[in-house]
């Protein structure tokens, strides 16, 4: 059994667990990073579609202290990000530790820090690790498990079930009936390319969405800096409706509440259209506005009894979080669903000692806003006279 004590444990490899270690780097902080995976970002690199773009503009989109190279398009794609990526942990000299699983986090009150166990995976309970620092960092993301729900038939289903953190490509289903659950932007694009490679696809869309494009997040990003959100979210409304005109009539309702102050209050992102749209209105894509009741061989029903027979099923239904199941003694920081409980702007930081980043609901420009903040107030509590975890010491 391998003991570390130091100054900060960062949990998870994703662009925020990085965007912190760069943070601390450039201090000159001590820190270690622990990632279940065998890479960083490897929701990027395993588990992303091929055609992923951001949908905000690359300078709301840039991990702290390094700017994305000016050739760069505006709408930074996949295989550019992690080139970045890889510039990136290169440049701050990061190295995480990988395949490690954290089991458990409590704090010791005697000694001030931070207990983590980590499992060594794929070797049992017997290759446990242990760490302590004074500093704990959850870096885990909003997007750490895939979630499918539970549905009657299901695992009979006689066709191919995906989560979208499996699709890569709509050319795999040329010629296929797909139905898309769940009609997030991953949902929403992830239609658009199984259209575009001539799959004969729906979407199922349980509730009203917000409809905006790249150019109103934009502008919307830039009010937001001189009026309050209310007026923002008016104005966005207004240039939807002059944009995308009633959508009702095939089958996607507004919501009365605001696109952003949704954002803030639900974490429910409005819809980034990139084409999926235009699909809609041709019919080359079908809303199927219920839920799924059951699916019975290759016929899914819904609960408007209506039913289709599909090839494939897409989950677009999102992540659920597992940090309750390893934090402990957190004061509440975070709830059951790994979401701080503290609204922003001060949500990344909780008692002693302990940290979360890219939790708040703002993508990457929040991380990036977190990791900052993170590592500014780990150097003023470094800077207590009593703090003498200022190295790392490996015991076996």
């Keep these: 059994?391998?003991?570390?004590?130091?100054?900060?444990?960062?949990?998870?490899?994703?662009?925020?667990?990085?965007?912190?270690?760069?943070?601390?780097?450039?201090?000159?902080?001590?820190?270690?990073?622990?990632?279940?995976?065998?890479?960083?970002?490897?929701?990027?690199?395993?588990?992303?579609?091929?055609?992923?773009?951001?949908?905000?503009?690359?300078?709301?989109?840039?991990?702290?202290?390094m700017a994305f190279p000016s050739t760069f398009p505006q709408y930074v794609p996949k295989n550019l990000f992690l080139q970045y990526l890889n510039d990136y942990v290169s440049h701050f000299q990061i190295r995480p530790v990988y395949r490690r699983t954290v089991e458990s986090a409590i704090y010791d009150e005697a000694s001030g820090k931070w207990n983590v166990k980590a499992r060594l995976n794929d070797l049992g309970d017997k290759n446990i690790e242990e760490y302590s620092g004074r500093f704990l960092v959850v870096a885990t993301g909003e997007t750490a498990n895939p979630f499918v729900p539970e549905i009657k038939g299901l695992d009979g289903f006689a066709g191919e079930i995906l989560h979208s953190t499996q699709f890569k490509s709509g050319k795999e289903f040329r010629n296929k009936k797909v139905l898309v659950v769940g009609s997030g932007n991953s949902g929403m694009e992830i239609a658009l390319d199984l259209t575009n490679h001539d799959a004969k696809t729906s979407v199922i869309v349980r509730s009203p969405i917000h409809v905006v494009s790249r150019e109103m997040v934009y502008l919307a990003l830039v009010l937001l800096k001189y009026l309050p959100l209310k007026m923002v979210d008016s104005v966005v409304v207004m240039l939807s409706k002059l944009m995308y005109g009633d959508l009702t009539k095939y089958g996607i309702e507004r919501p009365s509440e605001g696109p952003f102050y949704m954002k803030v209050?639900?974490?429910?992102?409005?819809?980034?259209?990139?084409?999926?749209?235009?699909?809609?209105?041709?019919?080359?894509?079908?809303?199927?506005?219920?839920?799924?009741?059951?699916?019975?061989?290759?016929v899914v029903v819904l609960k408007n009894n209506k039913s289709y027979q599909v090839d494939a099923i897409v989950f677009c239904t999102g992540f659920k979080r597992?940090?309750?199941?390893?934090?402990?003694?957190?004061?509440?920081?975070?709830?059951?669903?790994?979401?701080?409980?503290?609204?922003?702007?001060?949500?990344?930081?909780?008692?002693?000692?302990?940290?979360?980043?890219?939790?708040?609901?703002r993508g990457l420009y929040g991380a990036k806003e977190d990791a900052e903040n993170i590592a500014n107030d780990i150097v003023l509590m470094m800077s207590d006279p009593q703090n003498d975890d200022n190295k790392w010491e490996k015991k076996i």
């Excluded at 444990?9 to 450039?26: D, T, Y």
């Excluded at 819809?271 to 290759?298: F, M, R, Y």
């Excluded at 957190?330 to 890219?358: A, E, T």
């Design 1 to 65: 059994m391998a003991r570390e004590d130091g100054g900060v444990i960062i949990v998870g490899a994703g662009p925020s667990g990085l965007a912190v270690a760069g943070s601390l780097s450039r201090l000159s902080i001590p820190y270690i990073i622990l990632e279940r995976e065998d890479c960083f970002a490897s929701l990027w690199k395993k588990y992303a579609y091929d055609r992923l773009h951001f949908h905000l503009r690359k300078q709301f989109c840039e991990l702290p202290h």
């Design 265 to 298: 209050k639900y974490g429910k992102y409005p819809i980034i259209d990139v084409g999926t749209c235009h699909k809609i209105k041709t019919g080359e894509i079908q809303v199927l506005p219920a839920e799924i009741e059951s699916v019975k061989n290759d």
């Design 322 to 361: 597992s940090t309750n199941l390893w934090l402990k003694g957190d004061d509440c920081m975070l709830d059951n669903d790994g979401i701080p409980k503290i609204s922003y702007p001060n949500h990344w930081k909780g008692k002693k000692g302990l940290y979360c980043v890219g939790l708040s609901r």
